[in-house]
């Protein structure tokens, strides 16, 4: 896990991480700025907590990075302050991991589902694994709420940190190299998405930018230039896309509901994956560690309440 300040930032996910079936299995590795100011306070309900001093955290990539450097177990799963386990999560992840799978992924579900927007932005983000889902083998998996084996990830070597940023492309280049991903949905995890468009807005745009900007590395002008032309048509692509992933009566009644908001937030997205391709990636990197922490802030009132306030 990875707090950019103290404590607090991160308490109630590592509450639920606490609270798991097999928690006198687990090393929880928390990435701050410094352990004086993380202020951990009374001692951790697992088997082992790994403190990782970073300076400034500037990225969500790196600060990842840091930790999966520094953990000692042979499969490290990442973590986030607004994503929930269930209790038996990593149960099922370790039981999954016994399999010929590279990485194993969860089910998600969301965490506030009271508005279009957190909906949208769910959908947007983990459409492919939204409850309920059949298990299986994947192409790609959960972005910063999946499982892996270790050795795997530190054999990229320097390349680890920025594929932290963009694990869909990591995952791509897993699959090209001959692993093989699996989503548990037995493994369940409730997700708290961005309720608010002033927030939202902005992320979807750096989202956009930076994976487009890390996709364009090594690609040659006459492909870039073909990304750019044709980037007015992934809002299309992804929309397609994302009605096949509404799966059962509730959810193609919520995928309907947000639908003005889907399109939207694909709009933006698809803009800053056109500026990505043409012009790299530029601060959208750095830019989404605001959007990253403190989703309290990025909430509406009544979200932040329910969620964060138990109110």
């Given at each position: 896990m990875v707090s950019p300040d103290g404590f607090s930032a991160i308490r109630r996910t590592v509450a639920h991480i606490g609270s798991q079936t097999c928690r006198d299995r687990l090393e929880l590795v928390i990435v701050a700025p410094a352990r004086a100011e993380l202020e951990l306070g009374e001692p951790l309900d697992v088997a082992k907590v790994t403190v990782v001093e970073a300076g400034t955290v500037g990225s969500i990539g790196r600060a990842n990075a840091l930790g999966i450097r520094r953990a000692t177990a042979p499969i490290v799963a990442l973590a986030e302050?607004?994503?929930?386990?269930?209790?038996?999560?990593a149960e099922h992840l370790i039981r999954a991991h016994a399999g010929p799978w590279t990485a194993v992924g969860p089910a998600v579900r969301n965490a506030n589902p009271r508005t279009a927007v957190s909906w949208a932005d769910l959908f947007i983000g983990y459409g492919p694994w939204l409850e309920?889902?059949?298990?299986?083998?994947?192409e790609f998996l959960p972005g910063h709420n999946t499982s892996y084996r270790?050795?795997?990830?530190?054999?990229?070597?320097?390349?680890?940190?920025?594929?932290?940023?963009?694990?869909?492309?990591?995952?791509?280049?897993?699959?090209?190299?001959?692993?093989?991903?699996?989503?548990?949905?037995?493994?369940r995890i409730a997700h708290t998405n961005f309720s608010r468009w002033s927030s939202w807005v902005p992320a979807q745009y750096h989202n956009g930018r930076a994976f487009a900007g890390a996709r364009r590395a090594g690609m040659t002008l006459w492909k870039r230039a073909g990304y750019v032309v044709g980037a007015p048509l992934i809002p299309l692509v992804r929309l397609a896309?994302?009605?096949?992933?509404?799966?059962?009566?509730t959810l193609r009644r919520r995928f309907v509901r947000c639908f003005p908001a889907l399109v939207i937030g694909l709009g933006i997205d698809g803009l800053g994956q056109l500026v990505g391709y043409a012009l790299g990636p530029g601060s959208s990197p750095r830019r989404l560690a605001r959007y990253e922490f403190h989703r309290a802030r990025h909430l509406t009132p009544r979200d932040r309440r329910e969620v964060f306030e138990g109110g």
């Open positions: 302050d607004h994503s929930f386990p269930d209790p038996d999560w309920p889902v059949p298990a299986g083998e994947v270790r050795e795997t990830l530190l054999a990229l070597g320097d390349r680890l940190d920025p594929m932290m940023e963009t694990e869909t492309l990591l995952h791509w280049e897993l699959r090209a190299a001959g692993h093989r991903l699996y989503l548990e949905p037995a493994a896309r994302l009605a096949r992933t509404a799966r059962g009566v």
